[in-house]
C-alpha cells in the first residue's frame, strides 16, 4: 500500500480522485492548493502526487517544480491532473518537473495505470 498525496481546490475532485486511490488499495492525503500541498509533501513524504493545476495561492505548476526541485522531495513522482488541455500546458508542466500529464475529465483506468505505473515498485 502506498500514501499518495491529492491537490486539488474542488472538494468533488478531491473526493473522485480519493476513491480511486483507496480503491486502488493506497491510502490518501489531500490538500486544498498548492502551498498546503507543498507543505504536506514534505511534512508527509509520500510515495507519489497527484496535483491539479488551476488553484488559488500557488498553482499546480509553481507547487510541482517547488517539490521537484526541494531535495528531501524530489524523488517524489508528481502527475498533473487537469482540465488545461494543451500542448504548451502539458510540455510546461512536464518541465517543471511532473512524470505525467492526464487532463479532467480523466478515464479511472488511464489514472489507475499511470499511478501504477509511477509507484515505486
Known amino acids: 500500500?502506498?500514501?499518495?498525496?491529492?491537490?486539488?481546490?474542488?472538494?468533488?475532485?478531491?473526493?473522485?480522485?480519493?476513491r480511486i486511490v483507496e480503491k486502488l488499495g493506497h491510502e490518501a492525503v489531500t490538500a486544498e492548493d498548492g502551498a498546503a500541498?507543498?507543505?504536506?509533501?514534505?511534512r508527509e513524504l509520500p510515495d507519489l502526487i497527484l496535483m491539479d493545476v488551476v488553484m488559488p495561492n500557488l498553482n499546480g505548476f509553481q507547487a510541482t517544480r517547488a517539490i521537484t526541485r526541494e531535495p528531501?522531495?524530489?524523488?517524489?513522482?508528481?502527475?498533473?491532473v487537469t482540465t488545461k488541455d494543451q500542448d504548451t500546458d502539458r510540455v510546461w508542466g512536464m518541465r517543471q518537473g511532473a512524470k505525467a500529464?492526464?487532463?479532467?475529465?480523466f478515464n479511472e483506468e488511464e489514472l489507475s495505470k499511470t499511478i501504477g505505473d509511477l509507484?515505486?515498485?
Open 1 to 18: 500500500m502506498a500514501r499518495i498525496l491529492i491537490v486539488d481546490d474542488s472538494p468533488s475532485q478531491l473526493m473522485g480522485i480519493r
Open 37 to 42: 500541498g507543498v507543505d504536506a509533501a514534505k
Open 72 to 80: 528531501t522531495t524530489k524523488h517524489i513522482p508528481v502527475i498533473l
Open 101 to 105: 500529464y492526464i487532463t479532467k475529465p
Open 119 to 121: 509507484l515505486p515498485h
